[in-house]
């Protein structure tokens, strides 16, 4: 008898949670991204996916990831596969603080240099900055000192820099307060900033980051939000 009570009690446990209470993460037996590091629920989270609502993409390259993201402001940077020309969107309000648009993109098969790469910078209220990297000549839609909203078109992705194929590369790095001084000599000052741990409001369950394609290879839809 006392058998017959504790199963569905157990099933109770396991099945049924307040709101409040904290939801079992569906990407946790992947074994993917990065291991202990602080994911926000995504219905928390203060960002939005830097592509148009309706539009779906697949991530080539996740966080902590051999090649360009093992560690420090790479760490947590995703790369998108998209085409060139591709609208980009701000992940979060700020304002411009860096603008790269010079350079042409390059020819299939063509890997450029490292910083050859044209970008779009954003600060936000907190300091952390969104860096939108390797975009289209002219790409940058806004020039520096000026303001972005939330989900407001601000660039045209592209195949600038050192890249082996049109595709968009951002992070969030921290700001500049909580950045490490790694110039050794007195009175010079070089600041390492690390990326941080990023999820997004407006699309599908993703507590361990965004998988990559080899996990989830329909990608990702942004949702209204």
Known sequence: MKKLLFIPILLLVLFSCSPDEETICTDSELGVN???????QNSDSPYVLPW?????????????????????????AYDINMPIGTKIVAMRSGIVVKVIESYEDLESGTVGLLD?????????????????VHLTL??????EG????????????????????????FQVIQALTECEDTDPR????????????????????????????????????????
């Open 138 to 143: 002219n790409g940058a839609l806004k020039n």
């Open 52 to 76: 148009e609502i309706g539009k779906t993409f697949s991530i080539g390259q996740g966080n902590c990831t051999e090649g360009s993201h093992p560690f420090g402001q790479l760490q947590f």
């Open 146 to 169: 000026d303001s972005v909203v939330q989900g407001e078109v601000i660039a045209l992705s592209g195949n600038t820099g050192k890249t082996t194929g049109p595709h968009l590369h």
């Open 116 to 132: 050859e790469a044209n970008l779009i910078n954003v600060k936000h209220d907190d300091g952390t900055e969104a860096q939108y």
């Open 34 to 40: 990065c291991q202990g590091a602080d994911y926000i």
């Open 186 to 225: 007195e009175n010079y000052t070089w600041y390492s900033c690390n990326s941080i741990p990023l999820t997004f409001k407006n699309t599908s369950e993703h507590c361990l980051g965004l998988l990559d394609s080899n996990f989830k290879p329909n990608g990702y839809t942004a949702e209204p939000y």
